[in-house]
DNA sequence: CCTTGACCTTCCAGTAACAGGAACCCCTAT
DNA sequence: ATAGGGGTTCCTGTTACTGGAAGGTCAAGG
């Protein structure tokens, strides 16, 4: 199968197809027309990637999982931890967004938002003498 | 005052204020040998600068910002277009975390991590055949 | 006077994960 | 023969810095 047909199914962009054969993610077969061919297991490939990244793993974790999922012999407690960690910093980015919302909603809230000058998000953003 | 200083008084890593004197958001004078000196209003920027950011603005946003809050005839609908487009931002990454963290918090719950291979973690990730 | 150490300077490279675009090849249909 | 819609590689740019090398400056101590 082509790229453009395997980004198809996928859903993955073909650039970043190509992108994931570039750092060694997957390693499709040429056609004698330098064509890439995309077989049954890089499309399974391909799609266990589009997940984890869905779930915003980063390519390191992507390729760490990758060959836990390979290796039929694993310990599910690797795949826990990873997954543990990436948990961690989702709930701290967490944290960290929704204290912002927190004080550019109140301070969104509290701006007229009309022709004068007067605009509590500067002052909000004023050093406090 | 030199850069030290005022990386401590800002919180701002030396790094990241040459950085902004880089990209003219700020435009501290030189001394005869060449060190960069800060004035209060360099520091009172520089301030406004790590708050915008810690609220998550762009370095783009905080330019406009920066030229807003500078100019005292600006109309407050202005800044707070700017601030509302960023809320959206914030409550669609906020979102989407959301729903990362609900998926990943139940799988990383319903795996063993142990040293079986079994991993609800890996089948989720699985294409649904 | 010399050195040591803490500053400061510029410049170059690298980060994450691609996206955009140029220049060019391949295949099929008209 | 040509037009189009694939495909290929290679290079650059993105965001907001961070790390590090090579070297100038300054105050204090021996």
Redesign the pocket.
Known sequence: M????TAKQTGL????I??YEEIDLIAPHRDA????AFSEADLHKLTFLARA?ALGF???DCRTLLALWEDTTRASADVKRIAGEHLATIEQKLTELQAMHATLSTLVASCAGDDRPECPILDGLEPLT
Chains 1, 2 share one sequence.
Do not use: V
Request: net charge positive; aromatic share 12%; charged share 30%.
């Open positions: 082509n790229i453009g047909q962009p073909a650039k970043t190509r992108y027309n330098g064509y890439r990244r980063t390519i390191e």
